[in-house]
Each structure stands twice: as structure tokens, then as C-alpha cells.
């Protein structure tokens, strides 16, 4: 009965093999358009491989370099620098500021959950109060009113409101405005006052300053709003806790008349959509890759087009060899836990 039961795995573990190695060469085949000069061009990315923070640089070392060939304008990372398992601690904070500013391009990030949000919980190895790991990220992060990246260039922030890291800039009638909204429910927590006190001035401050944002860049062409929360439940209905942000970025779209588009990471999982395309018509999202899929987005703005946000290329983030060496030892893993 052993036997037939190990021979059956790993007759599963070939067929998930397989395919794994034909779902990476299909997201693999985007090809790149040639550009017209009045198109502008940016990256995002987002949801860093959840490894330890020895292997960091090693694993984010290709997309990365693959970045910095593209030359884009922007590079805008929707937040999740640190892994769902991995300690928040200072040096791994550190370190993923020191990654986003080894990119040639000027660069904003937004952040996520994983690191400061979650870092109290258990499962992280070393825990740590959240509001002190979202404090050390103001300070070290957004203490400048300048992008990261090797080319910083001069930005509006949220600072004076106790908010720095909410950005804004317009690059070539483009305006790009991020918001501090991310998963794990916000930081709503009813059965803890202070992180729900947490998430209620934040939420304020986000609507406060999307809607300041689009009154100064009332002249765009477009706007790039970059969050990193999957508001989301089912198709394009908001979870209650995003509720009041996402309808109030969604009027704004009808009330300016012009294409928003709401880029975001958190589930890790790629999507390109409109979300409530007969109510909101000018509202589109797209979700960026995430772990463990290590890919950017090459997305063009085009506002002459219908759909002015056009992902052009996914940026691979590693060889075929090491994502297909790194997938199947997930997979292996995934199926002795089952065993077990």
C-alpha cells in the first residue's frame, strides 16, 4: 500500500511538473510594442519572494537587472517587501530599501502588510509591536520628499499630516498618487482598539489625500493610483473594510472624467480588469505578480486609447531553471505535508 501510494505522488508531483513548465512559457510570451513618443511608459512590481533575508538579493537579483535594462520613467513596488514568514526586523527593512534603491529609475513604494502590519504575529519567527515596525518604516523610507531609487526625483508627501508615505508626482500629464491601504483587513481589528484607531485616521488621511491629489492634477491626462491592499471580495464587489476608500476613488473617476487606474498587489495573483465597468466606466485595475512568482509589469499609458493602461510585457524575474527548481520544491513540499 506504501508503494502504490509513493508512486502515485510522484506521478502527481511529474504531472504538476509539467505543468509548471508550461504555464511559465505561456506568461512568458508577451512581446514588446514599439512606443509612440507620446506614450509614456512605467514598471511595477510587487510581493517579494518569502525567503530569508540571506537570499534576498540573490533571488530578486534578475528582475531587477531586467528593470534597470527597460529604462522606464517610474518604477512603482505596491508593497509586501518582506515575506508572510520572515522577521520585521531592522536589517530586513533595511535591506529592501537598499534593493529599491539599486534601480536606476526613480522609484515609489507603497507598503504593505507583511512588513509592519503582521509582524507581531507568531508565525514570523521574532515578534514585534506593528505601529513601532510602521514608525521605523516612516523614518527610514519617507523621511525625504524625494523618491527612492539611484535617480531620486523631488515629490509631494502626506508628511505634515503624519503621513509621508502617501506620494504624488506627475510625470508627462500622468498623475501618479499612492495610498497607504493594505491586507490583513487594514489594520481593522475590532478586538484591539489601537490598531483599529490605526486604521480609522489612515483610512481618512488616504480619502483626504486622493481627493487633494486629483484637485491639483485636475489637467491630467490619466491617473496611476498604487495601493497594495486586493480590495476585493468576489468579482469587483469592495470588502466592507475598503469600502469607503474604493467608492470615494471611484467617484472621483466620473467626477474628473478622466482613465484611473488602481494598481495593486496582495494576492499574488495577475489580473487586468474593469471592475464596475457600467456605473464606473473609467475605472480599471490591474494586480501585479507576486510571490512566488517573481515578475514586473511594463505598462504604457495611452490616453488616445479606449484602454489607456496596457500591460506591454511581464518582466520575467528569474531563469526558467531556477523558477521551475524553486516551484517544483514547492510543490514537493507542498504534497509531503499532505502525505504527512
Known amino acids: 500500500m506504501m508503494l502504490k501510494l509513493k508512486k502515485s505522488t510522484y506521478l502527481i508531483f511529474i504531472f504538476l511538473a509539467l505543468i509548471l513548465v508550461f504555464s511559465y512559457v505561456s506568461i512568458n510570451k508577451t512581446k514588446l510594442k514599439s512606443i509612440s ?23 530578486l537579483r534578475m528582475v531587477l537587472d531586467s528593470i534597470n535594462k527597460h529604462d522606464p520613467s517610474l518604477v512603482i513596488h505596491v508593497g509586501d517587501t518582506v515575506g508572510g514568514r520572515e522577521p520585521c526586523t531592522n536589517s530586513m527593512i533595511d535591506l529592501q530599501k537598499k534593493v529599491l534603491n539599486s ?12 512588513e509592519w502590519r503582521d509582524c ?30 539611484r535617480n531620486p526625483i523631488d515629490i509631494e508627501n502626506q508628511g505634515t499630516d503624519g503621513f ?15 495610498a497607504h491601504v493594505i491586507g490583513s483587513n ?11 484607531n490605526e486604521f480609522n485616521k489612515r483610512d481618512i488621511a488616504n480619502i483626504n489625500w486622493v481627493r487633494d491629489s486629483f484637485k491639483k492634477y485636475e489637467k491630467a491626462s490619466a491617473y496611476v493610483v498604487a495601493i497594495h491592499a486586493d480590495m476585493y471580495t ?12 474604493g467608492l470615494s476613488l471611484y467617484n ?19 489580473k487586468n480588469f474593469q471592475p464596475m465597468k457600467e456605473d464606473y466606466p473609467l475605472i480599471y485595475a490591474i494586480e501585479n505578480y507576486g510571490n512566488p512568482d517573481i515578475k514586473a509589469l511594463l505598462i504604457e499609458v495611452d490616453t488616445s486609447k479606449k ?3 496596457i500591460v506591454v510585457k511581464v518582466i520575467k524575474g528569474e531563469s526558467t531553471k531556477t523558477w521551475l527548481l524553486r516551484n517544483l520544491r514547492r510543490v514537493e513540499r507542498k504534497l509531503l505535508s499532505i502525505i504527512s
Open 37 to 59: 513618443p507620446d506614450v509614456l511608459r512605467f514598471i511595477s512590481f510587487g510581493d517579494n519572494p518569502h525567503v530569508p533575508e540571506a537570499e534576498v538579493e540573490n533571488y
Open 307 to 309: 484602454n489607456p493602461f
Open 186 to 196: 487594514n489594520n481593522f481589528d475590532p478586538s484591539d482598539e489601537r490598531n483599529t
Open 252 to 270: 472621483l473617476s466620473n467626477d474628473f472624467k478622466k482613465p484611473v487606474l488602481i494598481l495593486y498587489g496582495d494576492s499574488h495573483e495577475y
Open 103 to 114: 534601480i536606476n529609475a526613480p522609484v515609489i513604494y507603497t507598503p504593505g502588510d507583511n
Open 234 to 245: 468576489e468579482g469587483s464587489t469592495f470588502s466592507p473594510v475598503y469600502e469607503k476608500f
Open 164 to 178: 509621508p508615505e502617501n506620494s504624488r508626482l506627475m510625470i508627462d500629464n500622468v498623475a501618479f498618487i499612492t
Open 120 to 149: 507581531y504575529q507568531e508565525k514570523k519567527g521574532e515578534v514585534y509591536d506593528n505601529l513601532d515596525r510602521l514608525n521605523y518604516i516612516r523614518k527610514t523610507y519617507f523621511s525625504k520628499n524625494q523618491t527612492l531609487g
